[in-house]
């Protein structure tokens, strides 16, 4: 069973800076990518970051130049660092890692999510 466990959320002001993190455990879990996306009340999910396991980044255009995902294969954890904030970046951020367990098929996990508002 792989899980997900994102933290870091919170409540900040336009301009202020949060940063995320999601931790993935699993027995014999292996990594290939992982990523960030977002979903706000009424919208679809979307990609917000993603890194590949040699630590090549994708952002969302509407990130780029803000927002800076990382990660630590030791520890099978993925940042994201958030300067800048909008209030159009409230939603809540869902952690995803492509991965298997074992000799299983590659499956995209996903975290719970952990809320960020961006409010003044």
């Known amino acids: 069973q792989v899980q997900l466990v994102e933290s870091g959320g919170g409540l900040v002001q336009p301009g202020g800076s949060l940063r995320l993190s999601c931790v993935a455990s699993g027995s014999s879990l292996s990594i290939y990518a992982m990523g960030w996306y977002r979903q706000a009340p009424g919208k679809q999910r979307e990609l917000v970051a993603t890194?590949?396991?040699?630590?090549?980044?994708n952002y969302a255009d509407s990130v780029k130049g803000r927002f800076t995902i990382s990660r630590d294969n030791a520890k099978n954890t993925v940042y994201l660092q958030m300067n800048s904030l909008k209030a159009e970046d409230t939603a809540v951020y869902l952690c995803?890692?492509?991965?298997?367990?074992?000799?299983?098929?590659?499956?995209?996990?996903w975290g719970q999510g952990t809320q960020v508002t961006v409010s003044s």
């Open positions: 995803n890692v492509d991965g298997r367990t074992g000799w299983r098929p590659r499956v995209d996990y």
């Open positions: 890194i590949t396991n040699g630590g090549s980044p």
